[in-house]
């Protein structure tokens, strides 16, 4: 999936839908007053009138609603919503399960059609015109589709290009319709005992799950914890990041939609008050984050107090090896899909590139020249690859850390500067232009810490051993990648890197059969793929005798 966005970041879409027919055509002109919290089936607002905080549109700089974080008595009726949900879907079979959450994939994927157009369809419904993927002209009014409301939804929040918000949208309805599909599987093991007698497991839930996401992909965080939570039986109450809290709410009325109990799936926005009080709650049974190191040890320690199991994806520094023989051009397209995605904000990227010193002239003149192509602009337009970050705060973070490079002496080679659009409506935003920083060494600060921003920076190396030697002098392993024309080297680099997700000649594709988590600091536990029902459920042993009870009394 990621592959294609691989080639359609180096040159636009061959066919963009008209702008005409999406309901947002430009960033600035939405406006959100609807309440951002559900529990127990619906939107709810939280009465706490106190500590409303602004949330801005990346793009424009606006104030795009006030959040309204909920105190201990919300959390607690999101909490108790989802033991009411959990009573009824734990003893639903996987089967009854699956047939609900494939019914949300489906509504993610369907046509969201507004009320006034519902009421027209009822009188004549015909379908006149298929406008491509996201949109449909029917009986004269224009019905757009779930999956493209989403994604806007997700760019005005976050500030990712559209073509990467389309892609998580996919993403979250996949990892929906994979764990669906495993839902009627979850088994235990019958084990024969001596004298007839016998034991036999239940893969059993574990109750309320605790989620909390981070800002960088808002709708798939969300659909990554709950849906192999879901099919295990469990409900959830979700705390989205503060800075992007939009989204959440519209996969818990997905869910809704699709038969889902009352409360199975809630969501309760908030910062760091919220999140404790979430993971401290005695009837949450576990708690599953995305975000920073620093923050995941607290989760880790408040989780520690209930003897609650974690789910942590947490932050890399992730290594990026290209050796002499790798093609270079899918090692350029994989290095700029291992910085530049998301405006660089992705937990696994590659950004410590070690090129092999045969190839680092031409690898880098490559980099750059692409680099510098990146068209940065309105996150809603087709065209754009590099949309805004996620807050004004976080885009000088990460230009301070540009400046910190200078400093220590490396040379920046192309970006690391705000940008300002044309466009007036844009000039509050939230730019930059990408950055490829060379010269550098492994003791400077843009080398050993995660900037979260779109900075690559590039060093060189000239021997195996040295490269897996500094690859992995880092306290994070959460992913590594390797370029090579040499299977042997391929396989026997991957195995001593020390990273959870490793890519042999491409970077940060995250296809949700197979497991994603980091080793070291980078977490605990793993999202996506068949293992994760085992960080969503617990084991019973059952022993049943058959003879008489061999007392020693
Ligand atoms: N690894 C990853 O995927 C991500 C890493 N980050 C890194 O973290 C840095 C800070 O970004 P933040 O959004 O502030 O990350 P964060 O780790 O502070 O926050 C992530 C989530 O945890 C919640 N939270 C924060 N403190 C909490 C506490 N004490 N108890 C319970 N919940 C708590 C937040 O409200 C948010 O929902 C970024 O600059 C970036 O370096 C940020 C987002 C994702």
């Given at each position: 999936m990621l592959q294609s966005l691989a080639l359609s970041l180096l040159r636009p879409?061959?066919?963009?839908?008209?702008?005409?027919?999406?309901?947002?055509?430009?960033?600035?002109s939405v406006k959100i007053t609807v309440p951002l919290n559900f529990w127990a089936g619906e939107r709810r607002t939280s009465p706490v009138k106190y500590n409303k905080e602004n949330v801005y549109e990346p793009a424009t700089g606006r104030v795009l609603c006030q959040l309204e974080p909920c105190g201990s008595t919300e959390v607690h009726k999101a909490v108790e919503a989802a033991k009411t949900a959990f009573d009824h879907w734990s003893r639903m079979s996987g089967m009854e399960r699956a047939r609900i959450m494939i019914q949300a994939a489906h509504i993610i994927e369907a046509l969201a059609a507004p009320l006034t157009l519902k009421n027209e369809l009822k009188q004549k419904p015909r379908v006149l015109v298929?406008?491509?993927?996201?949109c449909l002209l029917i009986c004269g009014f224009i019905a757009q589709r779930r999956r493209e409301e989403i994604a806007e939804m997700e760019v005005i929040d976050n500030g990712k290009s559209i073509t990467e918000a389309r892609l998580d949208v996919d993403s979250a309805r996949l990892c929906i319709e994979f764990y669906a599909g495993l839902a009627s599987t979850l088994a235990g093991q019958h084990v024969q005992l001596p004298g007839g007698s016998f034991a036999y497991t239940r893969r059993e839930p574990l109750g309320v799950c605790a989620g909390i996401g981070a800002w960088n992909y808002p709708f798939q965080i969300a659909a990554w914890k709950s849906a192999p939570a879901l099919a295990c039986g469990n409900s959830m109450v979700f705390k989205p990041s503060p800075v992007t809290p939009v989204t959440a709410v519209m996969l818990a009325e997905v869910y809704a939609e699709a038969g889902a109990p009352e409360g199975l799936f809630n969501v309760v926005q908030g910062g760091q008050e919220t999140g404790g009080l979430l993971c401290r709650h005695p009837d949450v049974a576990k708690v599953s984050f995305t975000g920073s190191v620093p923050t995941g040890k607290k989760i880790m320690e408040m989780a520690s107090e209930g003897v609650k199991p974690v789910t942590l994806e947490l932050g890399g520094k992730s290594p990026l090896l290209i050796f002499e023989d790798a093609d270079m051009e899918n090692a350029v397209r994989g290095a700029l899909m291992a910085n530049f995605l998301s405006q660089g904000q992705v937990c696994s990227n590659g950004t410590r590139v070690f090129v092999h010193k045969e190839i680092l002239p031409k690898f880098v003149e490559e980099v750059v020249k692409r680099t510098r192509a990146i068209e940065i602009g309105d996150p809603l337009q087709e065209s754009t690859r590099m949309g805004a970050l996620v807050s004004r705060p976080h885009l000088e973070k990460v230009l301070s850390f540009v400046d910190q490079a200078k400093q220590e002496g490396a040379t920046v080679l192309c970006g690391g500067e705000p940008f300002v659009p044309a466009d007036p409506q844009l000039r509050g935003g939230y730019y930059m232009t990408p950055c490829v920083l060379a010269d550098c060494t492994d003791e400077m600060t843009c080398v050993k810490e995660e900037i979260f921003g779109p900075v690559m920076s590039v060093l060189s190396f000239e021997s195996e051993d040295e490269a897996l030697q500094r690859a992995n002098d880092t306290t994070m392993g959460l992913a590594a990648g390797v370029f090579t024309r040499d299977v042997t080297r391929a396989h026997r680099v991957v195995e001593r890197l020390k990273a959870g997700s490793c890519f042999i000649n491409n970077y940060n594709i995250t296809p949700v059969e197979v497991p994603f988590g980091g080793f070291k600091t980078s977490g605990i536990g793993r999202e996506n793929g068949q293992v994760t029902v085992e960080h969503y459920s617990q084991l019973k042993t059952v022993f049943v005798e058959m003879g008489d009870v061999d007392s020693l009394f």
């Open positions: 879409p061959a066919s963009p839908v008209p702008a005409a027919v999406r309901c947002v055509s430009s960033s600035g298929d406008l491509g993927c996201h």
